[in-house]
């Protein structure tokens, strides 16, 4: 995994364990979401929240790309430490939120509203197709924000009624939603 572009345009994100229980999101796909992204909005100064942040791939992606916060969730501790052990050598813990818990119920707790939420569920997650709704109706997401959830071809989300695309980059399926 390596950062694409930014402030840390080239670092790698390299975990210290291979059997951590996390799906990396692929540098091809990654680097396709984030080109679609970068014409759709600017994330300079925005507030990301990282759900299912695994290594922390897409909150070190955003911050290098100038957001002003990056909220990551995750429930494995190692994930946690390693993401905030990253944060410190690279000089961004400043603007990371590290929430070391379940999704779930990070979910149910009031929060502000993020510009960018990106969702990335472990494929098999039994509730995967509640995940949209718990965000989206939570009022999570600010008026003009985009929520991204990758999934596999498996699940599909075209009939939500918030669903706005999906991108496709082998197995690794993005929906958007507004």
């Not at 975990?15 to 909005?41: M, V």
């Not at 999704?103 to 990335?120: K, Q, T």
């Amino acid at each position: 995994m390596r950062i694409i572009s930014g402030s840390l345009k080239g670092r790698r994100i390299q975990p210290p364990a291979n059997k951590w229980p996390t799906r990396p999101t692929t540098d091809f796909a990654k680097e396709g979401l984030y080109n679609i992204l970068q014409h759709r909005f600017a994330l300079d100064g925005i507030r990301v929240l990282d759900l299912f942040g695994g290594a922390g791939n897409h909150s070190f992606e955003c911050l290098s790309r100038g957001a002003a916060e990056v909220t990551y969730v995750d429930q494995h501790p190692p994930c946690c430490r390693f993401v905030e052990q990253t944060a410190r050598q690279w000089k961004v813990e400043d603007r990371l939120v590290v929430r070391c818990m379940d999704v779930h119920a990070f979910l149910r707790m009031p929060h502000a509203p993020w510009d960018f939420i990106f969702c990335g569920p472990p494929y098999a997650l039994p509730q995967i197709e509640t995940l949209p709704d718990l965000i989206l109706y939570a009022g999570l997401l600010a008026e003009e924000g985009f929520l991204v959830l990758e999934h596999d071809p498996s699940h599909q989300f075209g009939r939500h009624p918030r669903f706005v695309e999906l991108r496709t980059y082998g197995k690794t399926h993005f929906s958007f939603f507004q």
